[in-house]
């Protein structure tokens, strides 16, 4: 089996090109013009991860909500999960940037974090 796909570690964007046996796993990569192409390609096939960003909503601010990120990227699969219990919770202000807002989100081992204060 193929997979094509666009390496997005740098803004040149490589065309990649990944075969993979039946089950998934990574025979080669190719297309990549260094070695972070090959790591981006493995890993995309195999535990593709993304940063998440989205508003917690906040008691007591200037603002109705606050801006948070994830501290580290998660895992693609819990991404739904994660943007379930960030709207499902309220802080009370101040908050500062910075500040864990939910602990181990989704059991990913990964915080959600304010990105400004409030
Ligand atoms: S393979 Fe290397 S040069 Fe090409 S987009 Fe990825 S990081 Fe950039």
């Known amino acids: ?64 909500v606050v801006p948070v990120k994830t501290s580290k990227p998660i895992p693609k699969g819990k991404m739904f999960d994660c943007m379930a219990a960030i709207n499902n919770e309220v802080v009370d202000a101040p908050i500062k940037l910075g500040d864990v807002l939910i602990s181990n989100v989704c059991d990913t081992g990964v915080d959600i974090v304010a990105t400004n204060e409030m």
């Open 1 to 64: 089996m193929k997979r094509d796909m666009i390496c997005v570690s740098c803004p040149i964007g490589c065309a990649l090109s990944v075969e993979l046996d039946d089950k998934g796993k990574v025979l080669s990569a190719s297309g990549n013009t260094c070695k972070r192409g090959e790591k981006y390609a493995i890993d995309e096939c195999t535990n593709p991860v993304r940063m998440l960003t989205s508003t917690i909503r906040v008691n007591g601010g200037a603002l109705p």
